[in-house]
């Protein structure tokens, strides 16, 4: 089979290797679409992620769907649970699997991805595709997911104001969920003209360019007392910033983006005199059932999201 292995920086190599037999509660899986997340650029440009470096070859992807290629339920559409947590240690005894101490991660560390033609992974991560859902969407429930679990952190109520800051691909899913919730307004502030444009059509009520809410009289003009929930998905130290500026008092803000430097820095007095709640995003816990159904029912619109399709031979381009 077909296997794309990241070796150094900028060095994503093609080769054969033997496509592997699944053990006890394994499944093998031949793979359809695989997403090219966020972290996986970290990896590619910089040989890391936070505190995690690059020490062998690795297959990356983590966004992923296949059919079952093996065994009773060959043929089987199926989205891959890229987490296999270990089900022993207290986080996972608690109910935060996201969490696990001992988790193993799909293109992360010593745990090979989804960029090949064929994986092995554990049968009970693999969850029925319904027929409404194509393969590149059934890849989409991974980051859908980040963004279900993102919400749950958010606490948002019904009507309640909203601010997304950067509009990546989970931002413009979480202003699909967020309408899909009942959020109030939603702001969303992302440099990109064509995310801007983008999340006006999944629902945002106001799409801006951060220079045009630089200082703090910006902000109140936007978000006038502040924002109920503000989630911030760029994983710069500005959209920090301006998720603390645009939180009202006694608000919420959910940090989902991911530094290139590992450090994520704000003005203390902003966020200690508003008595800021703040809650980070670690991957998802167990939404996948919730992401297929919002999809399956037509709630969250997938596709669109997806620009470009590109064989595994490309996967260096």
């Not at 001992?102 to 693999?126: I, K, N, T, Y």
């Not at 948002?156 to 969920?177: K, N, W």
């Not at 967020?178 to 003209?193: Q, S, Y």
């Not at 106001?206 to 007392?225: F, K, N, Q, S």
Request: charged share 20%; hydrophobic share 45%.
């Amino acid at each position: 089979m077909k296997v794309a292995r990241l070796h150094a920086v900028g060095d994503l190599r093609l080769a054969d290797e033997p496509v592997p037999a699944p053990g006890p509660a394994e499944t093998l899986v031949k793979v359809t679409a695989v997403g090219i997340c966020g972290s996986d650029l970290h990896w590619w440009g910089e040989g890391e992620i936070g505190d995690a470096r690059l020490a062998h070859p690795l297959v990356l992807g983590h966004e992923a769907a296949g059919v079952i290629d093996a065994g009773p339920d060959r043929g089987k559409r199926v989205a891959i649970d890229p987490a296999i947590s270990c089900g022993a240690c207290r986080p996972c005894r608690d109910g935060y699997r996201n969490l696990c101490v001992r988790v193993r991660f799909a293109g992360h560390g010593e745990q090979d991805g989804a960029m090949r033609e064929h994986l092995v992974w554990p049968s009970h991560l693999l969850h029925p595709l319904p027929g409404a859902v194509a393969d590149a969407g059934g890849a989409v429930l991974e980051p859908l997911g980040v963004t279900v679990h993102a919400l749950d952190l958010g606490h948002v109520r019904l009507g309640a104001s909203v601010m997304v800051v950067g509009c990546g691909p989970i931002g413009l899913l979480l202003i699909q969920v967020l309408r899909g919730a009942g959020a109030g307004r939603i702001v969303a502030v992302e440099p990109l003209a064509h995310r801007r444009t983008a999340a006006a059509r999944y629902g945002a009520d106001v799409c801006l360019d951060p220079v045009d809410v630089a200082v703090p009289r910006d902000v109140h003009e936007v978000a006038g007392p502040g924002a109920d929930v503000v989630f911030e998905m760029a994983g710069t130290e500005p959209a920090v910033g301006l998720a603390m500026a645009a939180a009202r008092p006694g608000g919420r803000v959910v940090l989902g983006g991911i530094p290139a430097s590992d450090r994520i820095a704000f003005r203390a007095s902003t966020a200690r005199r508003k008595g800021l709640t703040i809650a980070m995003v670690r991957r998802m816990n167990d939404v996948y059932p919730r992401a297929i159904s919002l999809v399956a029912a037509g709630r969250v619109d997938v596709d669109t999201l997806v620009t470009h399709r590109l064989d595994l031979g490309s996967a260096p381009k």
